[in-house]
């Protein structure tokens, strides 16, 4: 089984920046691409920014040349450095990966989530 826990989140004013961690853990093989997604009251769940294992970047439109996602591989850990907070970046982020791991005696490629943590930018 893989977990993904999150942290980082928390109260912060507009302009101000917060940084999101998530680490990986189980009996991983390999991890192909993690990212970050965000989900605001009575809205769909969005983009925010991912990162593949060769390291090509893409972010939602809302947060580019906002926000940075970065990967640490060796500790199967994604960052996520958000800078210059809005209002309306206010929302719970989820930390995804898309994970090849052990399962019985093979391996097994899916998609995990992590709990969530909360982002809230008010004054």
């Known amino acids: 089984q893989v977990q993904l826990v999150e942290s980082g989140g928390g109260l912060v004013q507009p302009g101000g920046s917060l940084r999101l961690s998530c680490v990986a853990s189980g009996r991983i093989f390999g991890i192909y691409a993690m990212g970050w997604y965000r989900q605001a009251p009575e809205k769909q769940r969005e983009l925010v920014a991912v990162?593949?294992?060769?390291?090509?970047?893409n972010y939602g439109d809302s947060v580019k040349g906002r926000f940075t996602i970065s990967r640490d591989s060796a500790k199967n850990t994604v960052y996520l450095q958000m800078n210059s907070l809005k209002p309306e970046d206010t929302a719970v982020y989820y930390c995804?990966?898309?994970?090849?791991?052990?399962?019985?005696?093979?391996?097994?490629?899916?998609?995990?989530w992590g709990q969530g943590t909360q982002v809230t930018v008010s004054s």
């Open positions: 990162v593949t294992s060769g390291g090509t970047t």
């Open positions: 995804n990966a898309d994970v090849l791991a052990a399962a019985g005696v093979s391996r097994r490629r899916d998609d995990y």
